[in-house]
Structure formats: C-alpha cells, structure tokens
C-alpha cells in the first residue's frame, strides 16, 4: 500500500484554489444575476447621487442625477448633460456632455469616463449599486451617496 504525505504547501496551495475558484464562481454568479436584468424595469434614479466603484488616479467620478439631467465631477473637471431616462425598460442614454476645462494629470482617464459614460444605453439597479451598460456589456459600475 502507498502512503499519502500531505505538506503544508500542498494543503495551502488547494485551499487557496479551493477560496479563489468560490470566490470567481460567486462574483460571476452576481454578474449573470445583474446582466440577466438589463432591458428590464428598474427603480427610478431620479433625484439619486452615485460614485463611481472603481478605483482610479485621483479623484473619483461622480453621477448626480437630476430629472432629465446629470451632472457630476469627472475626477477632475465639473459635467453636466442631457439625460433620457426609461426605468420601464432600464433605458439611460446622455448627450450633449459639457465640461469645465481645468488640466489635470488624470485627464486620459476622465476622457475616459466621459466616453464611456456616453456609450451607455442601458441600467440596472441592486440595491446601493448602479450598473451602465452598453447592450449587455457593463460598461461602469456606481455606488449611491
């Protein structure tokens, strides 16, 4: 008969695949949960204030949400728009973007922002998060003030 050895290595390298692979099957779980939701009725962002989740150079980007307008801070420069909301499907498209014109050392990355944020067609609200998509692409994600 052969012996087994167990090292401490091995245990601690198949508990570690054994934490990441819960972990990505959970958060894949919630992105399908939340994708499975765009083009359907969504709560009312009207009136609502978000942060951008993600983690960038500087400052962060923020969405004020004001009837048929937005407005916020691209992480440097102060916005505004025009925005077409439709919660009975999940619609959310902007034009018109404006910007103040300070330089910033993150200005790539707030063009960024500002595109991206253009680009979005689509909503999905859980709870405190707000997801854009273009399509069924995720495109930003925002946590509520």
Not at 54 to 82: R, W
Not at 92 to 119: D, H, Q, R, V, W
Request: proline share 2%.
């Amino acid at each position: 008969m052969q012996a087994i050895h167990f090292s401490k290595k091995n245990i601690f390298r198949n508990t570690s695949l054994a934490i990441f692979t819960a972990v990505t099957l959970a958060s894949c779980s919630t992105m399908a949960t939340s994708k499975s939701k765009v083009g359907t009725s969504q709560a009312n962002i009207s009136n609502t204030q978000w942060t951008l989740a993600d983690n960038v150079k500087g400052n962060k980007p923020t969405l004020v949400i004001e009837g048929s307008k937005i407005t916020g801070n691209g992480g440097c420069n102060n916005y505004f728009a025009e925005l077409m909301l439709d919660p009975t499907v999940g619609n959310f498209s902007t034009k018109n973007i404006g910007a103040t014109k300070k330089a910033c050392p993150n200005m790539s990355e707030e063009s960024n922002y500002f595109s991206t944020l253009s680009a979005a067609t689509k909503y999905v609200v859980n709870g405190n998060t707000l997801e854009l998509y273009k399509d069924n692409l995720l495109l930003l994600k925002f946590t509520k003030l």
